[in-house]
């Protein structure tokens, strides 16, 4: 019994050690993050009396550095060791970090410094993001990525249930400066597990050297000329930039509209979250089962359903239930999203896939966000929420017009290309088959 334990470790991602670090890096790191976006508002608000105005330009400045240097990060990434870059992201955000409690104890900390220190984070977490997302397909087999994804996915949709929670308990117990510091040490922890992966095999990349710009225009050309990840890209901004609308005002529509208390608004976000937990558990077997295709749409249907319940909602019990089947959508879609463009991706242009997608996606964060606050003084809350959902109807067009409908699965980049196939088209659709279950 022992042995066939050890048997079937050994065949699982858990058995694979630089999967296991990797994963554990992304786990401490997100943990970490969660109470930094509790404790660094509470620094600002108590310890500096900032303004509401200035704490939304907290939470703004931290994705400035996408819509900077999204599109050349990702190029960089590829022309550094990917652990090298992950290292340093997570040593950048840590010493940023701790010149908070630093700056307190010695009473020179200031707004200035705060939107200077969430910068730092938001452009280490870019190029750790980058880098984290462009390594994973050396350290597994491609038939593993669902699952791989899966994972990385699950200890996400984890970390913003348990982080926030943890968060607010260690500010209770310790104050916000040294919850920061707290976070200091998951970054520390992440860099940690990150020096333990091996170091992946080198990627055969151009000889000849090219400049910045010419790369960043091969990278947007595959993303946009590729049948899959073009019409993935549309319907992922669409979605990100619907999502972006809820998650700024979800507390306030919460409270103004549907009344609520804080608990129990904390309770219902909570479930919420819980759907993301499920999604990311079953979104490998769900598409194994019935297609990659039709899971694909499944999802979009999801998370278009859920945000579509939250301005119908009456109470807490709605509310809960939309945000629980929005986010069930959203992290089947994201696990599934990732994994078919790592898989058809040369490793020579990963880096700039992913910093394509980064930009695109978390570049209409703060549009969306920003945006929705200025709508609800012509719309109302409830307005903007059915806009919302109209954007995530809108972002399952992309995806029916294309390919992806009848997607069983992807071969890899390196397999043998059909004739007429062109370049940047890669990714060869098998028909459509009969599932598992239906054989």
């Known amino acids: 019994m022992t042995t066939e334990w050890r048997s079937g470790l050994r065949r699982s991602l858990w058995g694979a050690a630089d999967y296991r670090n990797l994963w554990m890096s992304q786990t401490v790191s997100l943990f970490g993050t969660g109470i930094t976006l509790l404790a660094l508002p509470l620094v600002a608000l108590f310890a500096l009396d900032a303004s509401p105005l200035e704490i939304g330009l907290l939470w703004a ?15 960089w990434v590829e022309r550094l060791p990917l652990r090298a870059v992950m290292i340093g992201a997570d040593l950048l955000r840590a010493v940023a970090l701790l010149a908070v409690p ?3 104890a010695l009473d020179v900390l200031s707004m200035p410094l705060l939107y200077v220190v969430t910068f730092l984070i938001g452009l280490g977490t870019l190029f750790y993001d980058v880098a984290q997302l462009s390594i994973l397909p050396a350290l597994v087999a ?12 699950l200890s996400r949709s984890v970390s913003q249930i348990g982080g926030p929670a943890v968060g607010g308990f ?14 200091v040490v998951t970054y520390l922890s992440s860099a940690y597990y990150v020096l333990r992966i091996r170091k992946p095999a080198p990627v055969d990349r151009p000889v000849e050297k090219t400049s910045l710009s ?10 946009f000329g590729h049948p899959l990840m073009r019409p993935l890209l549309l319907c992922a901004t669409l979605a ?7 998650l700024a005002l979800q507390v306030v529509y919460a409270a103004e509209v549907l009344v609520m208390g804080p608990v129990v608004i904390g309770v219902a976000l909570a479930v919420g979250n819980g759907g993301g937990v499920l999604g990311a558990l079953v979104a490998e077997p769900f598409a194994r089962r019935f297609g990659t295709g039709t ?3 499944v999802s979009i249907v999801l998370f278009t359903a859920g945000s579509a319940i939250l301005p119908m909602s009456s109470g807490p019990v709605t509310f809960a239930i939309g945000m629980f089947v929005a986010y069930l959508g959203a992290f ?7 994994s078919l463009c790592q898989a058809v991706t040369p490793p020579h242009l990963l880096g700039r896939m992913n910093s394509v997608f980064r930009f695109a996606t978390w570049g209409v964060i703060p549009l969306g966000a920003a945006g929705g606050g200025l709508l609800v003084e012509y719309i109302g809350l409830p307005g903007v929420f059915w806009l919302a959902a109209g954007l995530n109807a809108l972002s399952f067009l992309p995806p029916l017009f294309s390919t992806i409908p009848k997607l069983r699965d992807v071969v890899h980049h390196n397999a043998e290309k059909p004739a007429g196939e062109t370049t940047y088209d890669k990714a060869r659709i098998h028909p459509e088959e009969p599932s598992a279950g239906q054989r």
Do not use: C, H, W
Request: charged share 20%.
């Open 142 to 153: 491609e038939d593993r990525l669902v699952d791989a994804n899966g994972k990385l996915e």
């Open 295 to 297: 899971a694909f749409m």
């Open 240 to 246: 990100e930039l619907a999502s972006a609308i809820i």
């Open 61 to 75: 400045v931290e994705y400035l550095p996408i819509l900077l240097i999204g599109l050349p990060a990702g190029v």
């Open 332 to 338: 089947i879609f994201n696990v599934l999203q990732v």
């Open 102 to 104: 630093i700056a307190l």
């Open 170 to 183: 260690m500010v209770q117990l310790l104050t916000a400066p040294l919850a920061v510091l707290a976070d």
């Open 214 to 223: 010419r790369d960043i225009r091969e990278g947007v050309r595959f993303v």
